[in-house]
T-cell receptor, first 115, second 114 residues
Framework: EAGVAQSPRYKIIEKRQSVAFWCNPI?????LYWYQQILGQGPKLLIQ????????DSQLPKDRFSAERLKGVDSTLKIQPAKLEDSAVYLC?????????????FGPGTRLTVT | GESVGLHLPTLSVQEGDNSIINCAYS??????FIWYKQESGKGPQFIID?????DKRQGQRVTVLLNKTVKHLSLQIAATQPGDSAVYFC?????????????FGPGTSLSVIP
C-alpha cells in the first residue's frame, strides 16, 4: 500500500513569511498527526485529528500555527508568520484508529529552514 | 513531569555484535511503549511495542525489555547489521485514554562499524 505522502520535502523561507505543508495519509486511516522534530530531538506532537475533528492540539502554538483536515482525508499545516525557532522537520503520520496500540505510519517529513 | 529520556546519545557497535539501547521513563502511569527507528531523511518507523502487563517481547532480531520497578525500557538488537545504523527513539503513551498520545524520547544514534 502507498505510504504517507508529504509535500514539499524542503522549504526555505524568511522569518515573518508564511508557509504551508500538505499531507496525504494512508487510505482508510482515520487518525492523522502532525509532529515537529527539531534537529537532534524526538518528534513532538503538534495536533491530532480523528477523521476531521481535532482530538489534541495542546502543543500547537495557535497564535501562528493552524491545521485543518477537510473531509477527513488530506491535511494542511500552516505557519504564519514564521519564526527562526520554527526551523525543523514537520512530520505527518496516520494510523487506522486513535486507540492505543494502533501503529502510526510516518511520512518522510518536510524540512523547513527559516532564515 | 512526563518525559521519556534516553541516555546514551550515541552508540557504536561492531557488525555482528548485539546492541542494547536504553531508555528511562518518568511516568509510572504509562501503559504502552514503542520503539522507533529513524534513518536519515526519513520518518520514524515502528520497530516493536510492549504493554505494561508484559516484561519482555521479541520480534525479528529485536527484543524489548520493560522493567516497571525502575521505569526502564531497553531495545536489544541481535547480530547488528550496517542497515541498523539509525537513530532509535523510545516513546510512551502516558495517558489511559482511548486516544494514543505518544511522547518521544530524545533518541540514541546507533552506528554500526563494518
Amino acid at each position: 500500500e502507498a505510504g504517507v505522502a508529504q509535500s514539499p520535502r524542503y522549504k526555505i523561507i524568511e522569518k515573518r513569511q508564511s508557509v504551508a505543508f500538505w499531507c496525504n495519509p494512508i487510505s482508510g486511516h482515520a487518525t492523522l498527526y502532525w509532529y515537529q522534530q527539531i534537529l537532534g530531538q524526538g518528534p513532538k506532537l503538534l495536533i491530532q485529528f480523528q477523521n476531521n475533528g481535532v482530538v489534541d492540539d495542546s502543543q500547537l502554538p495557535k497564535d501562528r500555527f493552524s491545521a485543518e483536515r477537510l473531509k477527513g482525508v488530506d491535511s494542511t499545516l500552516k505557519i504564519q508568520p514564521a519564526k527562526l525557532e520554527d526551523s525543523a522537520v514537520y512530520l505527518c503520520a496516520s494510523s487506522l484508529d486513535g486507540g492505543t496500540g494502533y501503529e502510526q505510519y510516518f511520512g518522510p517529513g518536510t524540512r523547513l529552514t527559516v532564515t | 513531569g512526563e518525559s521519556v529520556g534516553l541516555h546514551l546519545p550515541t552508540l557504536s557497535v561492531q557488525e555482528g555484535d548485539n546492541s542494547i539501547i536504553n531508555c528511562a521513563y518518568s511516568n509510572s502511569a504509562s501503559d504502552y511503549f514503542i520503539w522507533y527507528k529513524q534513518e536519515s531523511g526519513k520518518g520514524p518507523q515502528f520497530i516493536i511495542d510492549i504493554r505494561s502487563n508484559m516484561d519482555k517481547r521479541q520480534g525479528q532480531r529485536v527484543t524489548v525489555l520493560l522493567n516497571k520497578t525502575v521505569k526502564h525500557l531497553s531495545l536489544q538488537i541481535a547480530a547488528t547489521q550496517p542497515g541498523d545504523s539509525a537513530v532509535y527513539f523510545c516513546a510512551e503513551n502516558p495517558l489511559k485514554t482511548s486516544y494514543d498520545k505518544v511522547i518521544f524520547g530524545p533518541g540514541t544514534s546507533l552506528s554500526v562499524i563494518p
